[in-house]
């Protein structure tokens, strides 16, 4: 049986010393699930210690602002995760007194909680026997059961779910748990993975007919589109740059950010608009990936601005020193680049 070869793996060879393993609170499981939703576990724990020290419980969170909740999540991308958490435990507070529900129902009710993340909860938190489907658990899977086609597609999702749920074992089900990930993440990787280390080995179709490398199959990727924009910073003699806070559209909703212009005559334009200018110095262009498409940025810095009093009374701008800038929420490239050039 899968779950029996598994658990004497883990026992063994499993991560048992993650920090949301101690407590394994229903609370901690629930922040790093949706923290490792597209992201490594070496790069959520420092971003989770720092979390959880600063909001250790739900209510915590519930009532902390979502500027502060950004702060906290800035640099882990995906930044809609952390809002839907925010209103989640909100959530919580109201209608669950203060606790994530043990109902699988009432969480997945809940905003950024999926059927996956609610079993995790369910499994990790409270011992009940609900799967979970992340993309380790995927990639197990349809190597071992040699399951063909993109694993993101309806009609195999549904066949992996079936699958995932015939082998919750009766015990130790949040050992299992973390025992499938684990394995997905450290032996059976989707580069270079090490079948000779596999307690599933002896059973697993891919490696009998060398599909490993096949397995999971990709989908068909597109060429990512272009956008184009020119990001200003604009530095008074005080050292303080303006920053924008983003509007509820399109991404980075709701951080902080730099005034953006779609070229460099309206760059020229939204500086004057802003602030008295001088002479602009354009910066090392860089290109950031988003899911969907590339943007490319030119990054324009003018010194020694003079203020214009306007901004003041702007809630969506200030003027901002480093060290305000450290306890907002701020895109990684734009925090990256302000980083750089914050003293130029």
Not at 43 to 52: E, L
Not at 190 to 214: E, F, N, S
Not at 265 to 272: G, I, K, T
Request: one cysteine or more.
């Amino acid at each position: 049986m899968i779950a029996s070869r598994l658990l004497a793996w883990f026992d063994h060879h499993g991560r048992h010393d993650l920090p949301w393993q101690h407590p394994r609170s229903a609370y901690r499981v629930w922040l790093s699930e949706i923290m490792l939703q597209q992201t490594q576990v070496a790069t959520v724990i420092p971003y989770f210690t720092r979390f959880v020290t600063a909001l250790p419980t739900l209510p915590d969170l519930a009532c902390a602002d979502e500027d502060d909740v950004l702060a906290l999540w800035s640099g882990l991308g995906y930044y809609r995760r952390a809002r839907f958490a925010r209103q989640a435990a909100r959530l919580c507070v109201e209608r669950f007194d203060s606790e994530l529900p043990c109902d699988f129902d009432a969480l997945v009710s809940l905003p950024g909680i999926g059927r996956s993340t609610a079993g995790a909860i369910l499994a990790q938190a409270y011992g009940q026997r609900f799967a979970i489907l992340d993309g380790n658990v995927k990639r197990v899977l349809t190597r071992h059961d040699g399951i063909h086609g993109y694993p993101g597609d309806g009609a195999i999702e549904k066949q992996l779910w079936a699958l995932a749920e015939q082998l919750i074992p009766r015990t130790r089900v949040a050992d299992y748990t973390q025992a499938i990930m684990d394995l997905g993440a450290t032996v059976c990787r989707r580069a270079k993975p090490d079948c000779d280390a596999c307690p599933l080995a002896a059973t697993c179709v891919a490696r009998q007919r060398g599909l490993v490398d096949q397995l999971p199959m990709r989908r068909t990727r597109k060429a990512l589109p272009v956008r184009q924009t020119v990001m200003l910073l604009l530095r008074d003699s005080q050292g303080r740059i303006l920053l924008e806070k983003r509007g509820p559209q399109g991404v980075w909703t709701g951080l902080w950010s730099l005034p953006e212009a779609a070229d460099p005559r309206e760059a020229q334009v939204l500086a004057n608009r802003h602030a008295k200018i001088g002479r602009p110095h354009s910066l090392e262009p860089f290109t950031h990936t988003f899911s969907h498409y590339r943007l490319d940025v030119t990054p324009v810095l003018y010194r020694d601005t003079t203020n214009l009093a306007t901004i003041a009374d702007h809630d969506r701008l200030r003027w901002c020193t480093r060290a305000d800038a450290a306890k907002l929420g701020l895109p990684a490239p734009v925090r990256s680049l302000l980083d750089h050039h914050w003293h130029d």
